[in-house]
């Protein structure tokens, strides 16, 4: 007998745009892999009104409530309206803010989308998103040396996205192909500022990636390089020379979401920062081989 699949309504109410929200429910979503989650997003709820309409919606289709209101005359209206209809309410901000206030001896200022501020770090960000959407697939490769972090890698290892998760937090990235038979840009091998690493994959990996891409092109064959699995093992080959040649880490990106990948690559460059302050005071003890991280 086949399993039926469940579904849940997921509400996700906020005072800002819910992208705190939107995390948080998803990260819990992903440990239930048979329920199949309908979210309903209610962002800039700044008004009782908004509450008492949201409860009514509610109603009609019940499921989890999270949220996440500064206003606390309005999240307590709200966990009046859901409990009158039976229905689960967390906020999910309330918690943390607890243990702030009980470390630090101050209660929150009640900022309504305050890390939406429009500070130095709202600018920084989207400057780096300028910055990686013209650095994309190895544009104006004059610019590498303002780069903070360069991505290199073969057709189908996820570059630019990536390069785009990066640049989110902040980071000005660009990222260049690594395409049989075309050199590398000499401005790569010249820039001494910016974390260079690559991205690979299992060859089985990136050819299914490829086949997919390319299921509606009939500019390409069954036999063609692009999606020969020797081929592609060459220029995973290729690609580790370079990288061994020029000392730059490797990044295995076969089983790592964009989230992971990036995460290992900041982690990267704090190390690379790090190494840079021990110049002055050198520890051999602290040396170590540029990194291979494995698929983990």
Not at 179 to 204: C, N, Q, R, S
């Amino acid at each position: 007998m086949k399993n039926e699949v469940r579904h849940l309504h997921l509400h996700l109410i906020s005072d800002a745009t819910g992208e705190t929200l939107l995390t948080v429910g998803r990260a819990a979503s992903a440990q239930y892999p048979g329920v199949e989650i309908i979210e309903h997003l209610h962002s800039m709820v700044r008004a009782p009104k908004q509450v008492e309409r949201l409860v009514a919606e509610i109603e009609q289709e019940p499921g989890i409530v999270l949220f996440t209101l500064v206003d606390r005359s309005m999240a307590v209206m709200l966990e009046q309206g859901c409990r009158d209809i039976g229905v689960p309410c967390f906020s999910v901000l309330d918690p943390v803010l607890q243990v702030f206030q009980s470390y630090l001896g101050a209660p929150s200022q009640g900022r309504v989308g305050a890390q939406h501020s429009l500070d130095g770090d709202y600018f920084r960000r989207i400057e780096a998103l300028t910055f990686t959407m013209m650095h994309d697939d190895g544009q104006l490769p004059e610019d590498l040396d303002l780069a903070e972090i360069v991505i290199i890698g073969v057709s189908r290892t996820s570059k630019t996205p990536t390069s785009i998760y990066l640049a989110n937090r902040g980071v000005r990235t660009a990222n260049i192909p690594i395409v049989p038979g075309i050199g590398l840009p000499v401005e790569l091998e010249a820039a001494t500022k910016p974390l260079i690493v690559a991205l690979i994959a299992t060859p089985d990996r990136i050819v299914q990636m490829r086949e997919n891409r390319i299921l509606s092109n009939t500019n390409f064959g069954d036999d063609d390089p692009y999606v020969d699995r020797a081929a592609v093992a060459n220029e995973i080959a290729s690609t580790r020379k370079i990288c061994a040649r020029n000392g730059w880490p490797v990044i295995d990106v076969t089983r790592r979401s964009i989230e992971e990948t990036a995460a290992a690559i900041l982690a990267l460059r704090n190390k690379q920062a790090g190494a840079l302050k021990d110049l002055s005071n050198p520890d051999p003890a602290k040396n170590s081989p540029i990194p291979d991280v494995s698929d983990r």
